[in-house]
């Protein structure tokens, strides 16, 4: 056999994470599934470099693995195909604040978070306990039904009285009444009486990809977060960096039988009577326009727009799908990143202790009003100066990790949070222009808060969204999630109401990208297209090896370092 | 902390080419293979990495023996996604002046470039290559893909035939012998052969003359692989994959471990030990024997190994690559006079005489760099996607390629990386005059240090894991004792780019390797050996 000629069963277009999921898991089942990656090697969104100096790994993209509360963890046996999962200390995440005061939140330890909000504010720490003992024996069942189920709510069904913030009410009497019509700046500020509190979790909310400014789950954020950080959110990186992932999915299909074709972009996507029935790979394909038939489905791994617009064609879109799909667009906050490698291990001197240990930060907000001023910048097309850094900054990868940075190196990058339109300097384009003068921006602001971090720095990388984009350019507009993340486009919602993802308006076509839940590395999507695909073809009964639940994994892991989560407060 | 299994047939030290091409051919054997590389990443100096979008090949670019490797078939490299591309116009030598000769695998299209500038010259190079071809294609290529002659037993057996016989007599001189004896005229023409003989380390002056006739035969059918020279190794990975070898990555050997003169296994930095009924290592002999295997247990199994090792010599020269994201391809100023150097694979810039040429590279030996002598390569001529084209049409990846001191003379690379990278565009740009309106979209300059920091087998930025000199080639690669692949140490190969056939991602130590492990551990010798090995080895001229 040379090339990828031939019929399959299944084709998978595009080779990211969710894509190499779905496609393991039904090459598993028995289907002989193909999937085809456009760039050199596949991960998309997992992918480690050396753009820096030999031995300091860049992970480009995602930073903070959530991939042990998956099911895909146990069920493809990802630690057998070499994923190591590691993490630095308990503190999982804080957030600093100029006068060297930080609220932190810890990853496993709710009692010592419950202490460490109670030396700020008692009432808030009490909020945290009421939350977190309701929660926390729940959160089983919440993760795999919201993460790893099909979706069966839209926005509507959220924000309606009587929904999800009506029954938390029932848990927690201190929620208004009013909740499903309020935002998360709002019930953060009806909730709790601590400002630096607030500012802390809605930047965290923020970091986290919800809009602080949106009604909906989102406005129940505040309440969950700390919750979610401490019961199922402990901060890791994996063994190489997050390629590392990659690797473990690519090992494990290949194990199976499956075929990955990677410099292989699509061109375009067969239909024949409404149906997919197969690819026609690009004239500079490893194997130039070659045409490649899947038997039973196709699943596109590509957001949205490229999926319906370029694969698919636009001409062949009924109206209703043509507009869905249009309107998808991401028109919220990209991700602006500043890479540096240090001389020496992080420290938050005249800081309170637990920082210099913990794996990321969020940054450069002070208070609610810098949200809201968050909201305007992206609401106006304004690049925030200065920055605002509510997005991930993670200083734990070679902590956590040393294979990650060279021996005496750490590296450390943040995340700013930024439009992708620059109307004022001539459109994204010239993102090539401002790149290093922006990073100079978020290295000042930084500065503001740590001046001796800042000068342990050696070295600096900054990508733009436009780098992202050309990265990647299925992540339309420099987007991190395929998409966007707010309300509208909530549950089944995603990409589009009527799209019925992971199914599509045409036959055999499926998603599992751009649909819910928002990309990250739980697999979710991934792991949803494959459970809807194996069920509509039949090949899901009598699979002993697919029954992982959610959070199963992680708690085999942490117990094997001997760590219990969920344990309730006194 | 991961779950590896603890015991494995083969434990095989570094995922390089060699190192992947013995996990492939054990692994698909039945052996159960255990791949463990200290990067994250497989491939050695087959790297690929993206700066935004675009591609740089950071070490190996280059492919000397795509066409003709025994794994590409065997292993079935084009199923799991490896295609290379053939330049049409292989090479080109460019002038001050902006003009070009140009350099094709085909003999005769050479010669009639060459005849723009000399007449008879044209005429002597059918003649010369005619010859240089068959010894390469009849003798060196097959001798790759097979064990090395013992020393003696190949001066006695070479001179049974008129091919060994001209590599008898070629072993003796040195490339500039080997050239004068070729008979051309035509400076620019010798030292465009030269140039390619030596781009990639070999001193002009030393011996192993024949290997003049290889370089430049195989530069001449160079191949770039698509997607990127990662694509080989990814390709490989998968192959092996397939066949059940586990990799592990990002996961550093920190010891061979023996039992009195045996190997039984690997010990990881994490402290993990796995035990392996045969233990490949693909590193140099130095990281082999003095570190992995310690100094202690090679005594224990032959009185000679630490020294062998000890006098192992790097090479006297390294590379200096500098990469560039381009908005737009440089465009030879001479492709007026001949529009092909335009699209040569290897354009030579700033050298036109052999004396200019010999006086660089003793130059380089004495820890000078020059910025203005060098070849330019634009990758995305040949595989366009190395940049994001279909988002940016017309952006382009170009690199510049040139050998380098390891240690400066005048203070160290730090300080200088990045103002040679610019004064190396400079000089590009008076050769491709509208790169001085092209937008650099990002840069990477990859000296002499940063090759010994990411492949720590590339010591003093080493291109080949040691030199090319005869006291370590053919049956002496790495040692006498050591050369067809099994050491005195009982159970422990070496395979990597220090053992025979060498560097330069030839993948011919680990096909090599494996046919040897296959015998000792009895395993299944599935793949037939190419004809050209048979067809030489009647001959008498492979092991």
New interface residues.
Partial sequence: ????EGTYDVIVVGGGINGLTAATYLQKSGLQVACFE????AGAGC?????M???V?VNLCASNLVTLWSPVYGDLEL??F???MLTSGEWGMFHPFRDRSAVMFNSWNAAAQYEHLASINGHDAEIFKTAYNALAPMMEVVLHSSQFLQATQGPDDITQEGGMGTMLRFLLPEIPENVHELDAIEVAEAVYEDDRIRTAILANCVMSGAHPWDRGMSALMPIVFPVLQCTQSVTWTS???S??IT?AL??CF??H?G???????VDRIIIEDGAATGVVL?P????PEAEVRARQAVISNLSAHPTFLQLVGEERLPDWVREGVHAYKNDETVLFQNYWVLDRPPRWEGYPDGLDTAYGFTYGIESVADIRRLEECLETNTLPDPPIVAGLSVQGFALA?P??A?PGRYTMMSWANVPWELPAHGGPEKW?VIREEYGDKVDALLREYNPGLMDSVVDRYC?SP??Y?????SQVCGSTTSGPTHLPWFGTHRPFPGCGAPRSPFENLYLSNAIWPYGTTTLGSGYIAASVVAEDLGVRSGQDWWRHKAMEAGREVLA?RGIEIGVPLP | MTTTDSHYDIAIIGAGPNGLTAAGYLSRAGAKVLLADRHHECGGGLITEEWSGFRFNTHAKLMMMMDVMPPFEDLDLESWGCTYLRPDVAAAIVTRDGRAMCFYADIERTARSIARFDADDAEAYVEVMTDWYTIVNEAIIPATYSLPLPLLDMAVSYEQTEVGRVVNEMAEESFVETLEAAGFESDLLKTAILYLGTMYGMDPEGGLGFLLPLFFNRLLHASVVRNGSHQLAASLARFANRNGTTIERAAEVAAILTDGPRATGIRFADGREVTAGAVISTADPQMTFLGLVGEEACLAASPHLVAQSQSWEWESTSLFNAHYALSERPRLAAADDDPDADRALVKIMGVETVDELLGHIESVKAGRFSTAIGAGMVLTDFDPMQAPVDIEPGTAVACWETLAPFDLADGSWDGKREACAKAVFETWTEYAPNLADTTVVRHYANDPTFIEAKLPNMVRGSIKHGAYVPTQMLSNRPNADCSAYRTPIENLYVAGASVWPGGMVLLGGGYNVAGVVADDLGLDRWWTEPEFVSEARKKGLVG
């Avoid at chain 1, 075929?259 to 972009?265: A, D, E, N, V, W």
């Avoid at chain 1, 984009?469 to 350019?473: C, G, L, S």
């Fill in positions: 056999m040379s090339g990828p456009r760039k050199l090697e992918c480690t470099e050396e753009v100096a030999p031995g790994k630690e057998r070499g994923l190591e063994r190489g960096g390629h590392a690797h690519c090992s290949a194990a039988g075929r990955l074709f990677t410099g292989c972009p690009s500079h394909a490893a194997f990790d294979t990650q060279p090539d990508t436009l780098d984009f050309r990265k990647n350019p094997r």
